[in-house]
């Protein structure tokens, strides 16, 4: 399994910015999703998972309202849309995949994409 995060970039404070993963070499319906982030000198922390067939989410309190993860599993890919962006919001991303259920914990998924960085000017 392989997982390619794409989508960051330089966003400003407000705007909006779509974050993808596409697996390879595997059916990603077959797993449960979750996006993390890392801020410089901090923890990786969980933002967000989706259920194998999107119909369930759960999302850190952090971006609740804000983010919205999603996925399309006819073309293996799973989406993180960041509304109003800030600048706390900076960080790499990475997208992880697990064959158990969908989790916060990071310790669940074995699959994990290379991470984006995504900036947020003020």
Known sequence: ?????????????????????TATRTR???YGAGWF????GKERVFIASISRGGGATDYADSVK??????RDNAKNTVYL?????????TAVYYCAATLMAYS?????????GQGTLVTVSS
Do not use: H, I
């Not at 982030?37 to 410089?40: D, I, K």
């Not at 849309?81 to 919001?89: A, G, L, Q, T, Y």
């Open 81 to 89: 849309r960041m509304n109003s962006p800030k600048p706390e919001d």
């Open 37 to 40: 982030r890392q801020a410089p």
């Open 1 to 21: 399994v392989q997982l390619q995060a794409s989508g960051g970039g330089l966003v400003q404070a407000g705007d909006s910015l779509r974050l993808s993963c």
């Open 65 to 70: 309202g804000r983010f919205t993860v999603s």
């Open 104 to 112: 916060s914990d990071s310790t669940r998924y074995k699959y994990w």
């Open 28 to 30: 990603l319906s077959a």
